[in-house]
């Protein structure tokens, strides 16, 4: 891959990748509310599940949605009933009182963050665009496709690292019950919000 197009790629998957969206504003409600280091388990749940869905995009499933747009659809709803039930689960999140090193015990599984991947249409938006962009026809397909799976962890670590960052600042604030509720109720609000990014 040209160095030129690897450059277009690459601000092509930052914009999608920085821009607000369901992964970040669950980085930034588990880094405020867990802490940095806690909630990496999470961001490395949401890479291991961006580098699956590129997989999948690139050597088949991608076709798939092209073809029959009924899975679209289906994808839509299944993504927005779970951003609804993560949301909900943000914005209900019980009070704990941030100290160092005290904080709560159950910081959002590895898995989900894996799993929101395969049901997110943004992330699937970003593969599918990245592939049929900048995926070099022939014998190169393979070693473009490595090169697309390069360019988005690193553009997924980066982001995810400042929206983690962003959270954990804010949890720095949180020390009383009232500032932890308004926070969480509007993180939980945001997360829904991104629903209606996913129907328009």
């Given at each position: 891959?040209?160095?030129?197009?690897?450059?277009?790629?690459?601000?092509?998957?930052?914009?999608?990748?920085?821009?607000?969206?369901?992964?970040?504003?669950l980085?930034?409600?588990?880094?405020?509310?867990?802490?940095?280091?806690?909630?990496?388990?999470?961001?490395?749940?949401i890479?291991?599940?961006?580098?699956?869905?590129?997989?999948?995009?690139?050597?088949?499933?991608?076709?798939?949605?092209?073809?029959?747009p009924?899975?679209?659809?289906?994808?839509?709803?299944?993504?927005?009933?779970?951003?609804?039930?993560?949301?909900?689960?943000?914005a209900?999140?019980?009070?704990?009182?941030?100290?160092?090193?005290?904080?709560?015990?159950?910081?959002?599984?590895?898995?989900?963050?894996?799993?929101?991947?395969?049901?997110?249409?943004?992330?699937?938006?970003m593969?599918?665009?990245?592939?049929?962009?900048?995926?070099?026809?022939?014998?190169?397909?393979?070693?473009?496709?490595i090169?697309?799976?390069?360019?988005?962890?690193?553009?997924?670590?980066?982001?995810?690292?400042?929206?983690?960052?962003?959270?954990?600042?804010?949890?720095?604030?949180?020390?009383?019950?009232?500032?932890?509720?308004?926070?969480?109720?509007?993180?939980?609000?945001?997360?829904?919000?991104?629903?209606?990014?996913?129907?328009?």
């Amino acid at each position: 891959m040209e160095l030129n197009l690897f450059l277009s790629m690459l601000g092509f998957l930052w914009v999608a990748a920085i821009t607000p969206g369901p992964n970040n504003m669950l980085l930034t409600a588990s880094g405020a509310n867990f802490g940095f280091l806690r909630s990496l388990w999470l961001l490395i749940g949401i890479m291991i599940g961006m580098q699956v869905m590129l997989l999948l995009v690139a050597f088949g499933v991608g076709g798939l949605l092209l073809l029959y747009p009924s899975l679209h659809l289906i994808l839509k709803i299944a993504g927005s009933a779970y951003l609804l039930w993560l949301a909900w689960k943000i914005a209900t999140a019980k009070y704990e009182k941030l100290d160092p090193g005290d904080g709560p015990a159950s910081p959002m599984p590895f898995w989900q963050g894996g799993l929101l991947q395969l049901v997110n249409p943004k992330a699937w938006l970003m593969a599918l665009g990245a592939v049929a962009s900048f995926s070099l026809a022939g014998e190169a397909y393979r070693a473009s496709v490595i090169a697309i799976s390069a360019a988005m962890a690193l553009v997924n670590v980066v982001s995810g690292v400042i929206w983690l960052g962003f959270g954990t600042l804010i949890g720095r604030i949180l020390h009383s019950r009232r500032a932890w509720t308004i926070f969480n109720v509007f993180m939980g609000l945001l997360t829904a919000a991104c629903v209606l990014l996913i129907w328009h």
